[in-house]
C-alpha cells in the first residue's frame, strides 16, 4: 500500500485547505486512514481519523468543529477539509493507513503501517 498526501501550502490565518490523500495498492475500503501532523520541535499529533468499518470519523480536539475529514472509496482518497485555520495548525500533515488499529488506539500512531511523504501546511499573514 502506498500513500500520497498532497494539497499543502500558505494560506492566512482564518483561510482553508483542503489535504488528500491517494492509496494506491490497494482498496482504501479496507483501511482507517489518519492525518497526523509535526510542526517544527513538536511531537507528532493525531489529527482525524476516517475508521474503515463504516467510516466513521475520530477528531482531536483541537481541530473540531475545524477540520473535516472524508473518503471518496471510488477515487481511492480520503480528504482533510482544515477551515478557519490558525498559526498553531501550520506543521507537515501526514496520512496514514492501518487495517488494524482498534478504535480505542485510533490516535496512536505505532498501529498504522502505512504512511505517506507529507504535505507542508503553512499558516501566516
Known amino acids: 500500500v502506498q500513500l500520497q498526501a498532497s494539497g499543502g501550502g500558505l494560506v492566512q490565518p482564518g483561510g482553508s485547505l483542503r489535504l488528500s490523500c491517494l492509496v494506491s495498492?490497494?482498496?482504501?475500503?479496507?483501511?482507517?486512514i489518519s492525518w497526523f501532523r509535526r510542526a517544527p520541535g513538536k511531537e507528532r499529533e493525531f489529527v482525524a481519523a476516517?475508521?474503515?468499518?463504516?467510516?466513521?470519523?475520530v477528531y482531536a480536539d483541537a481541530v473540531k468543529g475545524r477540520f473535516t475529514i472524508s473518503r471518496d472509496n471510488a477515487k481511492n482518497t480520503v480528504y482533510l477539509q482544515m477551515d478557519s485555520l490558525k498559526p498553531e495548525d501550520a506543521a507537515v500533515y501526514y496520512c496514514?493507513?492501518?487495517?488494524?488499529?482498534?478504535?480505542?488506539?485510533?490516535?496512536?500512531?505505532?498501529?498504522?503501517?502505512?504512511w505517506g511523504q507529507g504535505t507542508l501546511v503553512t499558516v501566516s499573514s
Open positions: 496514514a493507513a492501518s487495517s488494524r488499529v482498534i478504535l480505542s488506539s485510533t490516535s496512536d500512531s505505532q498501529f498504522y503501517d502505512y
Open positions: 495498492g490497494n482498496s482504501v475500503r479496507g483501511y482507517t
Open positions: 476516517t475508521r474503515r468499518s463504516g467510516g466513521n470519523t
